[in-house]
């Protein structure tokens, strides 16, 4: 009998499937899920600013208010599809129907996106951007939402919840270094790869196809997992006036309220930085396709060094602790090679300056995963807290707010990263005027501030918000035990009704 029917009967087998240990094959299988959503993050991020600016010719800004105005569609769609994803009753669960139906818009909208047609400038250039990157943001929160929840429900365990999140974030990772080697390494390659606008489409389409391969793939992962999965609560509310109800209750959620704010100053630093990377690593630091390259490769290294001391440190150190180091690691390894560059004794010259910054997008990296690990599994664990509060399970709605905050952050982040290129002029339209344009060595120097610095200062203030987080290993071990007990309380209360 699959978890979407049948409440207590189906509740209680459920439960008893939950406390059995998942495979190392089963949760490969989940995790690919998360290359797609890597995929997109390697093209949204380290390409999409400079395509739209340098090849296609929109301003810094223009390019933002794309990105922003996508996000509002987003803050309206993101909570709707995930509390929706909670309470869905279907023969085949809660969360595979979005899932379907979210991937095939979700890799379509990106193919698109990089394949804008040359004819087009000015407005409508910018209504055709701004369309692809709606119907981009909301089939992937259809995709995306139900997966990473699915993560939360398929064990109680403390312990086995942070395996899960760093074997869904190595695949991630694996789906960033993908998308960078198709782009740099095969379609993008030579020394005027990034300014070929004929580059992008082969480039964008190939990733589609991985796309839909690597979601299908966690979709039957998904689909194998039903047994172990909650059913949704019973609840006769209409479906607006729940989702009212539903909002209100997160906002009284301590823990969601914390994990909400570190996301959004987070990836407002990672977007900005990610965004800049491009412009920063060709114009500032001068380096050629390859090194390029193999700089923006080596935060995907991270999962090599950061599951693992992840999986070592969460023995002996809360999950709290680790991410708040995590965070102002990620903080100063982002602020001191520019730096160090402008001010130091001496320049680097590119080629040294290659390795110095393949070393630190290796830490980078491995200080990402390590920060992620411990964040995402807290919020699994903060689902756990929210239903022995209010008495719901309610993992898509939190993982809802999850991406919004980082979808709101990522949108802030580029409009940020755009309205600064336009602060400090530097140019547009790159691809037209020659790659030989002379750019004003000021110029140069201010692009190093907002591609490092900049973002710096805002993941330093990220892990402040985590010192008001209090779901400690024994909190969250007496929760457990008492949602068993409660739940152990309804099976016994039917059965004396019987």
């Known amino acids: 009998m699959r978890a979407s029917v049948s409440p207590i009967g189906s509740e209680a087998a459920a439960r008893l499937a939950r406390a059995v240990p998942l495979t190392r094959r089963y949760k490969a299988a989940y995790g690919a899920g998360a290359m797609a959503d890597g995929i997109v993050s390697a093209g949204f991020g380290f390409f999409l600013l400079f395509y739209l600016t340098a090849v296609c010719g929109m301003s810094g800004t223009m390019a933002g208010t794309a990105k922003l105005i996508a996000l509002l569609v987003d803050a309206v769609a993101d909570p709707a599809i995930g509390l929706a994803s909670d309470r869905i009753r279907s023969r085949f669960g809660r969360r595979l129907p979005f899932m379907v139906g979210g991937l095939v818009p979700f890799a379509c909208a990106f193919g698109l996106l990089f394949s804008i047609p040359p004819s087009l400038t000015g407005a409508p250039l ?27 429900e398929v064990t109680d365990d403390y312990r086995e919840r942070a395996s899960i999140v760093s074997y869904r974030l190595t695949f991630q990772n694996a789906g960033i270094l993908c998308g960078v080697v198709l782009g740099l390494g095969v379609f993008m390659s030579g020394p005027a790869g990034l300014l070929g606008r004929e580059n992008y489409i082969p480039f964008a389409w190939t990733c589609a196809a991985a796309i839909v391969l690597t979601g299908c793939i966690a ?24 989702f009212v109800r539903e909002m209100v209750e997160l906002s009284r959620n301590r823990s969601f309220l914390v994990l909400f704010g570190t996301v959004l100053t987070y990836f407002l630093a990672y977007s900005a930085s990610v965004s800049l990377a491009l412009h920063a690593s060709r114009y500032f630091w001068k380096l050629d396709s390859f090194a390029i390259q193999m700089v923006l490769l080596s935060t995907t290294l991270g999962p090599l060094l950061g599951a693992p001391i992840s999986a070592f440190a969460l023995r002996y150190i ?9 965070f102002l690691a990620i903080s100063l390894f982002l602020m001191w090679p520019p730096l160090f560059q402008l001010y130091g004794p001496h320049a680097l010259m590119p080629s040294t300056a290659a390795v110095v910054l393949f070393v630190n997008g290796l830490l980078v990296g491995t200080a990402i995963m390590v920060g992620g690990i411990g964040f995402q599994s807290m919020l699994a664990d903060t689902a756990d807290e929210h239903e022995y509060l209010f008495g719901v399970r309610r993992e898509g709605l939190f993982f809802s707010g999850l991406t919004l905050a980082f979808k ?38 201010k692009l190093a501030l907002i591609s490092g610095p900049l973002p710096a200062a ?16 024994k909190r969250h071990a007496r929760i457990i035990l008492a949602l068993e007990q409660r739940k152990q309380e309804n099976v016994d209360a039917v059965g004396d009704r019987g």
Do not use: M, N, W
């Open 126 to 152: 910018f209504l055709y951007v701004t369309a692809c990157l709606i119907v981009l943001r909301v089939s992937t929160s259809c995709f995306v939402l139900p997966f990473t929840a699915v993560g939360a």
């Open 219 to 242: 979709i039957g992962a998904v689909y194998r997992a039903g047994p172990r999965l909650h059913a949704p609560s019973v609840d006769q509310t209409h479906f607006l006036a729940g």
């Open 318 to 326: 809360e999950k709290r602790t680790l991410s708040i180091c995590a």
């Open 408 to 445: 709101a952050a990522s949108g802030l982040g580029g409009l940020i990263a755009g309205l600064a290129l336009d602060a400090i002029q530097f140019p547009t339209d790159i691809a037209a005027k020659g790659p030989d344009l002379a750019i004003p060595q000021e110029v140069l120097e």
């Open 458 to 473: 805002f993941a330093a203030i990220s892990p402040l918000f985590l010192l008001g987080y209090h779901l400690t290993r």
